[in-house]
């Protein structure tokens, strides 16, 4: 079964926006005040990510923290890079890619930039408390890779979310969201229907309606997501199951 309600004729009639690949873009060749806005958001996104599997690799916090930063430096500076194409495929393969081979140069040179030394200044992301959410992860026996699809995921669905909340309360249903969120496909889903009709003073099916509903939004709102990390209708199907499989083994 589906983590939620899927339109495959809509998929395939969706836009596919390069939101994602877009900014990457910037960050390589935009203006300078462009490209450090671009880079500051895609830090934002793929921070936790990067850090959280550069620790699963074994680095401590400090070092977990550098290898982040390299990382990001390298996505705006590396020559290679600077070459990428939107049409390169899945932003999340192209991530972690680049990640291993900025951990695999970092590991032969070990020791030849200490920290504190000559490099670029560092990215100002003071807020982005990484290893307090790590320690939060489980305990588990995960690859890194793994670990980063995990985490990747969590992400995409936080940010759907979000989104969904979002629209609820613009909508001024805020209290609608609160009381029907525990039946998103990864919520609780413990309190009888009964029990949340009648706080929400509605018939029971019009909740199971209502339900329906929101979970096809959130489905939607998933799609958006992804199609804004590919660059193709196959690609957006092939990242959706995988995501699928992911939720499905956390």
Request: with cysteine; aromatic share 8%.
């Amino acid at each position: 079964m589906s983590l939620f309600s899927h339109d495959a004729e809509g998929s395939r009639n969706s836009p596919f926006p390069l939101t994602r690949w877009t900014l990457v873009r910037r960050a390589q060749k935009g203006g300078e005040a462009e490209a450090a806005q671009a880079l500051e958001e895609i830090c934002r996104q793929y921070w936790y990510p990067i850090y959280a599997y550069s620790r699963r690799h074994g680095f401590g916090p400090e070092d977990a923290e550098d290898m982040t930063q390299v990382f990001f430096q390298n996505l705006v500076t590396h020559e290679s890079l600077n070459a990428v194409r939107e049409e390169n495929g899945r932003l999340r393969c192209f991530m972690l890619a680049m990640l291993k081979r900025v951990i695999s140069k970092q590991l032969r040179h070990d020791g030849a930039a200490k920290r504190g030394g000559s490099k670029k200044a560092t990215l100002s992301l003071e807020d982005l408390d990484a290893e307090q959410r790590y320690e939060c992860e489980p305990a588990d026996s995960r690859t890194p890779d793994a670990f980063f699809d995990h985490v990747w995921a969590t992400g995409v669905l936080a940010a759907a979310t979000a989104q969904l909340r979002g629209e609820y309360q613009l909508a001024d249903n805020s209290e609608v969201f609160d009381q029907l969120a525990e039946f998103l496909p990864l919520g609780e889903n413990a309190t009888p229907y009964p029990e949340v009709a009648d706080r929400l003073g509605i018939a029971e099916g019009k909740l199971r309606l209502q339900i329906h509903r929101m979970r096809k939004r959130y489905g939607k709102l998933i799609e958006g997501e992804i199609t804004q990390t590919v660059s193709s209708p196959d690609e957006a199907k092939a990242e959706l199951e995988h995501l699928m499989n992911v939720i499905g083994r956390s």
